[in-house]
T-cell receptor
């Protein structure tokens, strides 16, 4: 079975502070992991995926197979980072299993 | 390219009715997936179609059905609506439907069942 856990419903940080959004997964094989983001009044969109190893908008995520984690990090939060973030796993076909999401709130 | 489009944007139905939701994928994408997003939860997988064939089905009752047309657009049908079917229904398209594909989401259809 595939499962994604995002333990925090809300994460509030000050502008310029580091951000870490936690994601843990459960899957018996080698999954593909994604972070999707939803800004206010916009559609769900891909932020990054582990296989591409890119840094998008300053965000990075490292897959830790030992801890089965894929935490999203950014060294300095910006106001425009305020959004809903979903961690997702793809194990078979392109069925995505999503976590419950974490709302990131960046305040001045 | 407008991206994935869905219609209608909003829909209000009463219990027992049926509903049809529509999705047009990004040009060139042959796979369409449907997700249900209940308030406060992440999207839940309902169906995946590739080249008009059902490739995957989530844990949803038989009241939910879907199909994909030769132009790769798709419909999601829900019969005998229940209050619990109220949700945002998302459509996503991808080029091949393989697990490594990135899925591109539409804006969703907000279904309210009264």
């Amino acid at each position: 079975a595939q499962r994604v856990t995002q333990p925090e419903k809300l994460l509030s940080v000050f502008k310029g502070a580091p951000v870490e959004l936690k994601c843990n997964y459960s899957y018996s094989g080698s999954p593909e992991l994604f972070w999707y983001v939803q800004y206010s009044r916009q559609r769900l969109q891909l932020l990054l995926r582990h296989i591409s190893r890119e840094s998008i908008k300053g965000f990075t995520a490292d897959l830790n197979k030992g801890e089965t984690s894929f935490h999203l990090k950014k060294p300095f939060a910006q106001e425009e980072d305020s959004a809903m973030y979903y961690c997702a796993l793809s194990g078979t076909a392109s069925k995505l299993t999503f976590g419950t999401g974490t709302r990131l709130q960046v305040t001045l | 390219d407008a991206g994935v489009t869905q219609s209608p944007t909003h829909l209000i139905k009463t219990r027992g009715q049926h509903v049809t939701l529509r999705c047009s994928p990004i040009s060139g994408h042959k796979s369409v997936s449907w997700y249900q997003q209940v308030l406060g939860q992440g999207p839940q997988f309902i169906f995946q179609y590739y080249e008009k064939e059902e490739r995957g089905r989530g844990n949803f009752p038989d009241r939910f059905s879907a199909r994909q047309f030769p132009n790769y657009s798709s419909e999601l049908n829900v019969n005998a609506l229940l209050l619990g079917d109220s949700a945002l229904y998302l459509c996503a398209s991808s080029p091949t439907g393989l697990f490594s594909d990135t899925q591109y989401f539409g804006p969703g259809t907000r279904l309210t069942v009264l």
